[in-house]
């Protein structure tokens, strides 16, 4: 059989709720056969698979058509009455308007680019600091000791999380997102479903707390969810879940991003010695970051009506999957996709999404990439590998669980 016939025949197996071996360590060969012999994939399930860069981008564009409801498809899937499907059904993430928008405005808010441009000063601080550790030990898991523990100080601080409460967030937000995962175990579920009963539990004391001394709105983003805007308020339900949303958004995806940017630059070494050798680049790096090992690489979506993709028939009710890891290495888009360029230009990236829907804390994240990232290089350029990587193991968020390294 000729390596088109073995490629069409893996693209056509392919099933997201039982990926091949190999899947989740290097998920982008498949994706790369995928586009070429399947680009609109039918899974066993009935859902579609998406891997083009142009059709991500038309179904964000139409967010009348594809919904990010998600009631219908988490329902058989944690069950209607389970904390897991009150929170993601109570998101701001899989929500359509109009809840959708008012949530995101209170977001939005709190992030203006003068806001985000204040926090640079204390996130320089925390990163200096989580860096003079790492000098004085000689070696650094770079996500334990770095990566995660930044987004939880940057967010913590947008809601005004007691320093003292901070501890249990990272277990929380690994276990809630966890059963986002395509064919989560029941171990899985039973500890996401905890998790959230647990945060839930934490965060009645800590609105409470906020009602009766109110923070400033313009940048606790807490009390912005509390007072709400123009008379108009969250009920209590709504606006527990969203403060779970937003520590565990600006957790996970950030702790990736910087993550595997720093793997992936022990992997390119010229780009690492081109990067040393031009600082500045550290803007147009971060999204080729983003593009090259993109830390979500999963998004969904649900058709509301009879439309076509790519001469397939969807039906209203079909779910669709938009694989931004695949999108984000098309050869149509990206010139030789599989390299690591950090000064690629232009970079139409899909990691924040797009649309009504594009990521709120997008200018956050870049801004927290670029200060760990920039600084951890100039304090260690020649940090190494101190031990093999630990993969995240999952499909849905690309990250590492550890990555040991020598720093002098």
């Given at each position: 059989m000729s390596d088109e016939q073995d490629g069409a025949r893996a693209a056509g197996q392919f099933d997201l709720r039982s990926p091949p071996p190999g899947f989740l360590d290097d998920p982008?060969?498949?994706?790369?056969?995928?586009?070429s012999h399947d680009p609109v994939r039918r899974m066993p399930d009935g859902s579609l698979f998406l891997t083009r860069h142009a059709d991500l981008v038309r179904v964000y564009r139409d967010a009348g058509t594809f919904s990010s409801d998600k009631r219908a498809e988490f329902a058989p899937k944690f069950g209607s009455g389970t904390p897991l499907f009150a929170h993601h059904t109570g998101?701001?993430?899989?929500?359509?308007?109009p809840l959708h928008t008012r949530v995101r405005r209170l977001i939005v808010g709190a992030l203006t680019v003068r806001a985000i441009a204040a926090m640079e000063p204390a996130l320089t601080a925390l990163v200096d600091g989580l860096l003079d550790a790492a000098e004085s030990r000689g070696q650094i898991d770079a996500i334990e000791d770095f990566a995660a523990a930044i987004p939880v100080e940057v967010i913590g601080n947008l809601l005004d999380v007691p320093h003292a409460d901070r501890a249990p967030l990272r277990g929380w937000s690994l276990a809630i997102l966890g059963?986002?995962?395509?064919?989560?175990?029941?171990?899985?579920?039973?500890?996401?479903?905890?998790a959230v009963d647990d945060f839930v539990a934490y965060l009645r004391v800590l609105v409470a707390d906020r009602r009766r001394s109110p923070g400033?709105?313009?940048k606790d983003v807490l009390t912005r969810l509390i007072q709400g805007e123009d008379g108009d308020r969250l009920d209590e339900a709504v606006l527990l879940q969203n403060c779970i949303f937003i520590l565990n958004a600006g957790h996970e995806t950030t702790t990736n991003l910087i993550g595997n940017a720093l793997e992936a630059l022990l992997r390119f070494p010229a780009e690492r010695a081109r990067l040393l050798a031009e600082p500045d680049l550290i803007r147009s790096a971060v999204e080729e970051f983003l593009r090259f090992e993109s830390s979500n690489q999963l998004g969904n979506r649900m058709a509301t009506a009879q439309i076509e993709i790519g001469g397939v028939a969807v039906a209203p009710g079909t779910p669709v999957t938009l694989c931004i890891g695949a999108a984000n290495r098309d050869p149509a888009v990206f010139a030789d996709p599989d390299r690591l360029d950090l000064g690629r230009e232009p970079n139409r990236h899909l990691a924040f999404g797009l649309g009504v829907?594009?990521?709120a804390g997008l200018?956050?994240?870049?801004?927290e990439a670029r200060v760990a990232i920039g600084r951890f290089m100039a304090r260690f350029p020649r940090y190494e590998a101190a031990g093999p990587p630990v993969r995240g193991g999952r499909a849905r968020f690309r990250g590492f669980l550890s990555l040991p390294m020598r720093v002098t």
């Open positions: 982008y060969p498949l994706y790369h056969l995928l586009r998101s701001l993430v899989f929500n359509d308007p059963a986002l995962e395509p064919n989560p175990t029941a171990a899985q579920l039973a500890e996401g479903n905890r400033d709105p313009a829907h594009q990521c200018t956050l994240a870049r801004l």
